[in-house]
């Protein structure tokens, strides 16, 4: 007892000192077998209940929206134990909505290849990014910059984001795009960070894992969300 005291305020003071709020981790979780599906979770412990909780989502790469059914969540009834780190609760999401993948066809072979990976502990900017990357394989260069707007402030904060994306192919041929819906206002979300960039293996479809951080008495969360693109 006196252990499982000790690593739950060693949780609570490390998370007071750091931002006060949780940190969810990120499952790439792959593509269905003609590429059109993409499926990815997140886990993590709230921070003021100890409670693990996961959340699964399944999205339409060309229409970048959820598919049908394909946005759930699971929250535990009771408080981690000492040394778990929330994972059990994506475990058990996963099992209860296995039928979620085979409806949709997803490997979780199936997985992309990182072009792009952000160093741990950069915050992003309110102002924005702007992130250079490559496709080797396929001959492509790419710029991409993420450009965040943002009204009101406090319990009134909202804020919306896109990505402008310039792609660069062998022949020296130049394409433009607009990632995401900059008319979708999101409560309380302070920042915006490209975290990841995940080409398909199939086509030259890419994935934009999106940080963001909610605020939250005396700091803020962070969770992920993303983006698509299938030119």
Known sequence: MLKKIFFVAVVLRCGAVLWA???ASFVDLGFSRDGTVYMFAQYGVALGTLKPWAELYAVDVSKNDFVSGGKLSYSSA?????????????YRIMTQNSVLADRYGVDFLNQGYPLYIALDGDAGSPQGERVDFRDFERG???Q???VPSTE??????KSSFYIALERG???GDRKS????NPGVQRPQITTYKIKKIIASPLDNSLIFVIETRKQVANGYDIRYMIETLRP
């Not at 981690?80 to 994506?90: C, P, S």
């Not at 795009?177 to 995401?180: E, H, P």
């Open 21 to 23: 709020g949780d940190t």
């Open 78 to 90: 009771g408080s981690l134990n000492a040394g778990n780190d929330g994972v059990g609760a994506f």
């Open 140 to 142: 492509f260069s790419y």
């Open 144 to 146: 991409a910059r993420l």
């Open 152 to 157: 009101g402030s406090g319990a009134g904060l």
């Open 169 to 171: 192919g062998p022949a």
């Open 177 to 180: 795009f607009t990632v995401g």
